[in-house]
Antibody, heavy 126, light 111 residues
Framework: EVQLVESGGGLVQPGGSLRLSCAASGFTFSGYWMTWVRQAPGKGLEWVANIKQDGSEKYYVDSVKGRFTISKDNAKNSLYLQMNSLRVEDTAVYYC???????????????????WGQGTTVTVSS | QSVLTQPPSVSGAPGQRVTVSCTGSNSNIGAGYDVHWYQQVPGTAPKLLIYGNTIRPSGVPDRFSGSESGTSASLAITGLQAEDEADYYCQSYDSSLSAYVFGPGTKVTVL
């Protein structure tokens, strides 16, 4: 069974740091782009960051650039999100997500998101 | 404010057909980037419903279908069932923002 399990969420003060982890199983982790998507309380979905299969390419939404770092350890089948300088507006459920390629379109910009973890909650508050 | 627009809500009686629209622009859907649709039951993680504009993943009922034309896309649900009551999000890529973008979501209510 393909599965993603996030951990590392919690309550942190503004300006603090957290590191989210995601354990992948049931598929060849090293063969897929991966991404983090978040959802603020009562709000919609927001893409946060993604990373290429070998970690050589990383992209971020503007609001987290310079504060968040995405990484992956293929030997441990794990995805990470290091979050620094956290703000109240970063409060959300963070989902670890696997990409699925669209047949005939070998470009990550066309990919959909086919496997989602259960999410981990990050609360930034004083 | 999202660059993809969806109606806040749609509703229909059991067995009816409903559609959810997703309107973008020439920097996302109109530029040829594929549209993907997700279903989210409150309190649970989103689930991929349609990818690549029209492709249903294994296990998704054929009551769900996607289409795309110009700068817009649509999700159709035929034979509406009580279990289809959820929030539905469209998603694409925007070249102006260099980011994946989601629509604001549409709540589908089964009357």
């Amino acid at each position: 069974e393909v599965q993603l399990v996030e951990s590392g969420g919690g309550l942190v003060q503004p300006g603090g740091s957290l590191r989210l982890s995601c354990a992948a199983s049931g598929f060849t982790f090293s063969g897929y782009w991966m991404t983090w998507v978040r959802q603020a309380p009562g709000k919609g979905l927001e893409w946060v960051a993604n990373i290429k299969q070998d970690g050589s390419e990383k992209y971020y939404v503007d609001s987290v650039k310079g504060r968040f770092t995405i990484s992956k350890d293929n030997a441990k089948n794990s995805l990470y999100l290091q979050m620094n300088s956290l703000r109240v507006e970063d409060t959300a459920v963070y989902y670890c997500v696997k990409y699925i390629a669209v047949p005939g379109k070998n470009n990550f910009r066309y990919y959909g998101m086919d496997v989602w973890g259960q999410g981990t909650t990050v609360t930034v508050s004083s | 404010q999202s660059v993809l627009t969806q109606p806040p809500s749609v509703s229909g009686a059991p067995g009816q057909r409903v559609t959810v629209s997703c309107t973008g622009s020439n920097s996302n859907i109109g530029a040829g980037y594929d549209v993907h649709w997700y279903q989210q039951v409150p309190g649970t993680a989103p689930k991929l419903l349609i990818y690549g504009n029209t492709i249903r993943p294994s296990g998704v009922p054929d009551r769900f279908s996607g289409s795309e034309s110009g700068t817009s896309a649509s999700l159709a649900i035929t034979g509406l069932q009580a279990e289809d009551e959820a929030d539905y999000y469209c998603q694409s890529y925007d070249s102006s923002l260099s980011a994946y973008v989601f629509g604001p979501g549409t709540k589908v209510t089964v009357l």
